[in-house]
């Protein structure tokens, strides 16, 4: 039986110059990049993914599984390995086929609702999503939750 196709109004950013943004339909949530963090192979293809990953973090700590959610990125690079990774993350069914997924579609930056919040610029404090993504502990030397 095919999974169903869930659309939760998610977009997620990042910004070498500030950090990452995730937008979950009106809510929003960032976390500043340290100094530091550049290094080793990291770079903006490291931090978009890492904003795809904590998208699927919040899915997982808020008890979604079971359905296909479209994440709207605009960065073409990251996509592909990306899914990849989040089919292993949620040990998804074996007929699961990443190639044909529609839920990591490509938008154009200018349209990336995501974007002033991985620039730093965030909202109001009751537009924060609930719940809060808990960082794992690989990540916490890199990123500063706001």
Not at 23 to 37: M, N, P, R, S, Y
Not at 47 to 76: K, P
Not at 86 to 101: D, G, H, M, N, R
Not at 119 to 129: K, P
Request: overall charge negative; aromatic content about 10%.
């Amino acid at each position: 039986m095919p999974l169903p196709k869930s659309d939760l109004d998610l977009w997620v950013d990042a910004s070498t110059s500030w950090g990452l943004g995730l937008c979950i339909g009106d809510k929003w949530d960032a976390w500043h990049l340290l100094v530091g963090w550049a290094q080793d192979g990291r770079d903006i293809g490291w931090a978009e993914t890492v904003a795809i990953e904590l998208v699927v973090l919040w899915l997982v700590q808020s008890g979604w599984h079971n359905h296909y959610f479209r994440v709207n990125c605009d960065n073409t690079l990251v996509i592909p390995g990306t899914l990849l990774e989040i089919a292993l993350f949620v040990e998804p069914p074996p007929a699961w086929q990443p190639a044909t997924s529609p839920f990591l579609p490509y938008i154009p930056s200018v349209q990336n609702r995501t974007d002033p919040f991985s620039r730093g610029l965030t909202g109001a404090e009751d537009s924060h999503v609930v719940p809060n993504v808990i960082l794992p502990k690989e990540l916490c030397p890199f990123l500063d939750s706001i």
